[in-house]
């Protein structure tokens, strides 16, 4: 038997059958790492599992995870819970203070949602409020009107937009006519922001937001997998155009060097157009300014490729010269403008990708790298290359 004790958020990824373990242990577990960690995890048991241990947990927290698996992940549906303190808008100060105090002292809350006789919310109380009026005071007369009410189906990044800068610690979630059908407390909504934004590096690489360090090796291969085979087919292309161009290569070894120069800094300058346009697109929708950033990534790569490609050309030129090549100037000149055209178009690349993937329908940060890497490879070799055939070697 493993011991029981051991199980914590920092280690729990050691194990990979939670069936070990005890209810109460679980739920100590559970109860300790942020909700929508909780719900993923509960996901991959298996349903009797589930069904059994949801049956064992304290009725506030079943109650709360039940309803929350019944959405789909990413939804403020998923994130909600039951509403521990409704009350109907003719009830009185004093039938409130009656009604929470029958609440379990383990169930978090801040405000006691207001509903008119439908069950449509017309109002929050705000605790504090209650001091100051008399006991037979209709909460209907000191609630806090028209709040925030969120959907159930709404995505909760599009949520957190929402509700960013606004220090509300709850919002009453709704149907389509307006019925109270639970509470997402805003703490929640914070976490979910938390792990997707902490999940695009590994999405821009090629890796599975569902993948952690709890996932199995088999997981992880099925997760990571197609997207190396992608890549590698992306790498082949990249190296059939340096193999297209292999008679110039022999001729001008020196070319070679400069081969891994051109790719890794194109491949750097569209690496931080992408992760600027990934991160913009986090925050919200960028389509009314990708003109303006285009137009911005051609400055920049031009002033970057100026720069890194005149170090380069002087360092060509150099080179060219001690070995008495009589191309010394072509090869400085043809190094710059390769530099150049590198750097403008990786910029580009690296605003364009993701936002070419969203229109698609894809995850805009899914793989994006992949793409990039490819992209800026076959420009920033395949220009230096064509441009030494066709000014020197064709000359």
């Not at 006991?135 to 925030?148: E, G, L, R």
């Not at 949520?159 to 006519?177: H, L, N, Y």
């Not at 120069?261 to 991160?279: E, K, P």
């Amino acid at each position: 038997m493993l011991s029981i004790e051991a199980l914590s958020k920092d280690n729990y990824h050691r194990y990979e059958d939670f069936s070990v373990f005890p209810t109460d242990q679980l739920v100590r577990f559970f109860t300790s790492i942020p909700k929508i960690k909780t719900l993923n995890i509960l996901r991959g048991f298996e349903q009797d599992f589930i069904l059994n241990f949801l049956d064992d947990c304290p009725d506030h927290l079943s109650e709360q995870w039940k309803m929350s698996l019944k959405f789909k992940p990413g939804s403020v549906g998923e994130l909600m819970h039951p509403s521990p303190l409704v009350l109907n808008e003719n009830k009185t100060i004093e039938d409130a203070i009656i009604k929470l105090k029958k609440i379990h002292k383990d169930k978090h809350f801040t405000y006691g949602i207001i509903v008119d006789d439908a069950n449509r919310v017309t109002g929050v109380l705000v605790f504090k409020d209650v001091f100051y009026y008399e006991p037979s005071t209709a909460v209907k007369d000191i609630c806090f009107k028209n709040p925030i009410l969120l959907k159930a189906a709404d995505d909760v990044l599009e949520t957190f937009r929402k509700v960013a800068g606004k220090q509300i610690p709850e919002f009453p979630v709704v149907d389509d006519s307006g019925k109270l059908i639970g509470t997402l407390t805003g703490s929640h909504v914070n976490d979910a922001h938390g792990l997707q934004i902490s999940a695009q590096s590994s999405l821009m690489v090629g890796a599975s937001p569902e993948e952690g360090l709890d996932s199995s090796v088999a997981k992880c291969v099925n997760l990571r997998g197609p997207w190396l085979l992608v890549n590698l087919v992306t790498a082949f292309v990249a190296g059939g155009v340096v193999g297209a161009f292999q008679d110039t290569i022999d001729q001008i070894v020196l070319l070679a060097m400069f081969l891994p120069i051109l790719a890794g800094q194109s491949g750097n300058t569209g690496a931080q157009s992408l992760a600027v346009l990934i991160r913009e697109m986090t925050l919200g929708d960028v389509s009314a300014k990708i003109s303006k950033q285009l137009a911005k990534e051609s400055i920049l790569g031009l002033v970057h490729g100026l720069v890194t490609g005149a170090i380069c050309a002087g360092v060509m030129y150099m080179l060219a010269t001690q070995q008495n090549n009589p191309h010394a100037m072509a090869l400085a000149i043809i190094i710059l403008v390769s530099m150049i055209a590198s750097c403008i178009v990786s910029g580009l690349m690296g605003a364009f990708v993701p936002v070419f993937l969203k229109r698609c329908g894809a995850d805009p940060a899914a793989a994006s790298s992949i793409f990039l890497t490819t992209g800026t490879d076959v420009v920033s070799m395949g220009v230096m290359l064509f441009l030494a055939t066709k000014f020197i070697i064709n000359a």
